[in-house]
């Protein structure tokens, strides 16, 4: 069983969209371009956020799809039910009873997952944030701008999608030398390395 519910996904890509997106600045000075996309997806802390997410969606699938073999129990039960017969009534409330409530608990679950997973994102996007303002401060660089490579294709959907997308592109040009991204994964997978595996070993090998 499946509701129509607002996809959450346009709604998450809008809602980083806005996050990750600044303007040229104007000033002169020494410049620098981060991916700040490509970097974020490097950060360990990033697929913690999506296993979270994807574990909330599950259960929430999960949860409604028990709720659907009762009100598929219930509507086998009415169907076979005369028209007239005095308890129809109270088992025809029933049936939308658990219909709304199984919609209700399903938006309302995955709400909340989202809520969550965007949150995740926009402590990412500090700690990333950050972390470019140290890096910049120390290699003495004036600005450092949002770049997404040039070779990424834009795969609008729609005119409304194809107007983020470029305007999420503020730079159109940067030449190599000034592209710190690379820079920045290797300091932020310096400070947070990857969880080691502590499972013990196989002794029978």
């Known amino acids: 069983m499946r509701f129509n519910v607002l996809p959450w996904k346009p709604v998450l890509v809008a809602l980083v969209a806005v996050l990750l997106w600044s303007a040229p600045a104007d000033a002169a000075g020494k410049t620098g371009v981060v991916d700040i996309v490509k970097t974020m997806q490097a950060h360990p802390r990033t697929k913690v956020v999506e296993d979270a997410f994807q574990a909330?969606?599950?259960?929430?699938?999960?949860?409604?799809?028990?709720?659907?073999?009762?009100?598929?129990?219930?509507?086998?039960?009415?169907?076979?039910?005369?028209?007239?017969?005095?308890?129809?009534?109270?088992?025809?409330?029933?049936?939308?009873?658990?219909?709304?409530?199984?919609?209700?608990?399903?938006?309302?679950?995955?709400r909340l997952a989202v809520r969550e997973y965007v949150l995740g994102l926009e402590r990412i996007y500090g700690a990333v944030r950050g972390e470019v303002g140290r890096y910049a401060r120390e290699q003495g660089l004036d600005v450092v701008l949002q770049y997404t490579p040039t070779s990424t294709p834009l795969r609008a959907g729609d005119p409304k999608d194809?107007?983020?997308?470029?305007?999420?592109?503020?730079?159109?040009?940067?030449?190599?030398?000034?592209?710190?991204?690379?820079?920045?994964?290797?300091?932020?997978?310096?400070?947070?390395?990857?969880?080691?595996?502590?499972?013990?070993?196989?002794?029978?090998?």
């Open 56 to 110: 909330s969606q599950k259960k929430a699938e999960d949860d409604l799809n028990r709720q659907d073999k009762d009100i598929q129990a219930l509507k086998m039960q009415l169907e076979g039910m005369p028209a007239e017969a005095p308890e129809r009534i109270e088992k025809e409330k029933r049936y939308q009873l658990l219909v709304s409530n199984a919609k209700f608990n399903y938006e309302w679950d995955m």
């Open 162 to 205: 194809f107007a983020l997308k470029t305007r999420l592109r503020a730079v159109l040009y940067a030449a190599t030398e000034v592209d710190i991204t690379q820079a920045i994964i290797k300091r932020i997978k310096d400070k947070n390395p990857k969880p080691a595996n502590n499972r013990p070993a196989n002794k029978n090998k």
